[in-house]
């Protein structure tokens, strides 16, 4: 069974920093595709950064390219978010997953991919 735990979120400044963290517990985690996603007030649960398991390449929303940097270490069993330059917009409930099925060839970015989820760190962007 794989477990995901998200950590690092908080109250943050406009145009401030945070890094998220996600620590995965299960077998050939190397082995999976991640994501981070967010879930605003009222709002569905939406696709920010994504990356292969080979770390080969990663993909990112739009709203987030430039800004959020999503990366892993595979030996730790971690992935991590940075964000930078963070908007009152950012503010949500963020997510890290992991894809269903190994050695991936594309990044999905919609939820029914992937099949195991962390509970969720809450961001706060705010002055």
């Known amino acids: 069974q794989v477990q995901l735990v998200e950590s690092g979120g908080g109250l943050v400044q406009p145009g401030g920093s945070l890094r998220l963290s996600c620590v995965a517990s299960?077998?050939?985690?190397?082995?999976?595709?991640v994501g981070w996603f967010r879930q605003a007030p009222g709002k569905e649960r939406e696709f920010v950064a994504g990356q292969m398991w080979s770390r080969s390449s990663a993909v990112y929303a739009d709203s987030v390219k430039g800004r959020f940097t999503i990366s892993r270490d595979n030996a730790k069993n971690m992935v991590y978010l940075q964000m930078n330059s963070l908007k009152p917009e950012d503010t949500a409930v963020y997510y890290c997953?992991?894809?269903?099925?190994?050695?991936?060839?594309?990044?999905?970015?919609?939820?029914?991919?992937?099949?195991?989820w962390g509970q969720g760190t809450q961001v706060t962007v705010s002055s």
């Open positions: 997953a992991q894809d269903r099925d190994r050695f991936k060839t594309l990044i999905a970015t919609t939820e029914e991919k992937y099949n195991y």
């Open positions: 299960g077998p050939m985690f190397s082995n999976y595709n």
